[in-house]
């Protein structure tokens, strides 16, 4: 069964950092789109940041530029670096891996494979 652990989540104030890791197991992450998710209270899950099995990288509108996705292959480990915190970035964060039945990493109704989460906050 894959298994993805997120973890770096916390309380930030405004304009502020965080760096979210999420670390698999028991698959290897080369064969797999592997995204970045959140889900705000309220609203509707959306997709954040993706790599696609070919490494392209894909960030969603609300981010572009403020957050940026990165990987060790090695310590099968996704990294989201956020940057330049906002309130409206306050939710939980999640990543997933999807077979790559597109070959765009950003459609999310692919990915099957979730982790718990991890909280983020953001303070004004």
């Known amino acids: 069964q894959l298994q993805l652990a997120e973890s770096g989540g916390g309380t930030v104030q405004y304009g502020g950092s965080l760096r979210l890791s999420c670390t698999a197991s028991r698959f290897v992450l080369d064969y797999y789109h592997i995204g970045w998710f959140r889900q705000a209270p309220g609203k509707e899950r959306e997709g954040i940041s993706c790599?696609?099995?070919?490494?392209?990288?894909n960030y969603g509108d609300s981010v572009k530029g403020r957050f940026f996705i990165s990987r060790d292959n090695a310590k099968k480990t996704v990294f989201l670096q956020m940057n330049s915190l906002k309130p409206e970035d306050t939710g939980t964060y999640y990543c997933?891996?999807?077979?790559?039945?597109?070959?765009?990493?950003?459609?999310?109704?692919?990915?099957?494979?979730w982790g718990q989460g991890t909280q983020v906050t953001v303070s004004s």
């Open positions: 997933a891996a999807a077979h790559p039945d597109t070959a765009s990493c950003a459609v999310e109704g692919q990915y099957s494979y």
């Open positions: 790599f696609s099995v070919d490494l392209t990288t």
